[in-house]
């Protein structure tokens, strides 16, 4: 049996959840989200407490009864306090501004990098060189997160870009000169 998919999921006060055959549903202080679970997996809810079982042994339930049971806490983490990426830009005249739901990146290209946010998801900039990407979809905001890294991935020889906060760039030590 998993071990992820036998640990039950705590649902706050504030959290309710409403199951209607595959479809759930999680509301909560930051908005909801919805979610279609796959067939073979079962999701019910015991007092303040979420159960993620699957309905046999077969090989597909058993793939899908981790992942269904860390979708679901995802889900309620999400509605209750909302998950955030921070990216940090480091290099000489890199910078970033946010503009409503849009995000202006000037990272050593001819041109400015826009990118509009998608809806759900809110950017701010700190200092022009932190960026912090928030939400309650905690899949939407790693990818917008994964999305604005790849603008300008650190380079290793004098780790330029744009990178995850506490994220360790291995440094190469680049040409010597002649001797």
């Known amino acids: 049996m998993s071990r992820i998919g036998k640990r039950p999921i705590p649902v706050p006060p504030k959290v309710t959840v409403t199951i209607d055959g595959l479809n759930l549903t999680v509301k909560g202080p930051k908005g909801s989200l919805e979610r279609q679970l796959p067939e073979k997996v079962a999701v019910a809810q015991e007092g303040e407490t979420l159960l993620v079982t699957r309905q046999d042994e077969s090989r597909t339930a058993r793939e899908r009864h981790g992942l269904v049971r860390t979708l679901v806490a995802n889900m309620v983490d999400g509605v209750d306090k909302g998950f955030e990426r921070r990216l940090d830009i480091q290099g000489v005249g890199y910078r970033a501004q946010a503009q409503g739901n849009k ?27 932190l960026v912090i990407v928030s939400g309650i979809n905690k899949e939407l905001v790693g990818n917008m997160a994964a999305k604005i890294r790849a603008v300008r991935p650190p380079e290793p020889y004098k780790g330029k870009g744009i990178r995850y906060q506490g994220e360790f760039v291995r440094r190469k030590q680049g040409k010597t000169g002649k001797k």
Request: glycine share 8%.
């Open 103 to 129: 995000l202006i990146l000037n990272v050593g290209y001819s041109k400015p990098v826009e990118m509009i946010m998608p809806e759900g998801i809110q950017v701010a900039v700190e200092n022009n060189t």
